[in-house]
């Protein structure tokens, strides 16, 4: 009888650890962060910029990254009040391979326009990232 509930418990955690390994397979590798590099930060208060959501002004951040993940190497752009916690992110593919630098960020009432030294730019509405709590 022990024996029996032995093999029993023994499948039972062999077949969670199979599926956690089949989730971090097929669903975790172009989510999951190994290493985060900020390589570009700003404010728009810093320009003189806020954006109203519920009736308050906020200041709205911006992170250029570079994340490192098991599936391979991204830059990311995230938006928002409190980029560290909540942020709306806006995955990036300027160029062949190059690493983005930004040139110049345009922060307006309706939107932001980030710049990039390869000449290619990005507008980012402003309610995709004003709300983001």
Same mark, same amino acid.
């Given at each position: ?32 962060? +190994? ?55 806006? +995955? ?29 730019? +990005? ?11």
């Amino acid at each position: 009888m022990l024996r029996k509930s032995f093999r029993t418990a023994l499948v039972v955690l062999l077949a969670g650890a199979l599926l956690v390994v089949l989730a971090v397979v097929l669903i975790g590798p172009s989510s999951i962060s +190994l290493q985060e590099e900020v390589l570009h930060e700003e404010r728009s208060q810093d320009s003189g910029m806020t954006y109203v959501y519920g009736g308050e002004h906020y200041s709205s951040d911006l992170r250029l990254l570079r994340v490192v993940r098991p599936t391979g190497v991204a830059h990311e752009l995230r938006l928002g009040p409190h980029v560290t916690d909540y942020y709306y992110p806006v +995955l990036l593919e300027l160029g062949a391979g190059r690493e983005p630098r930004v040139r110049d960020v345009g922060w307006l009432p309706d939107r932001v326009v980030v710049r990039f030294e390869s000449s290619e730019s +990005l507008e980012v509405p402003a309610d995709n990232f004003r709300s983001v709590r």
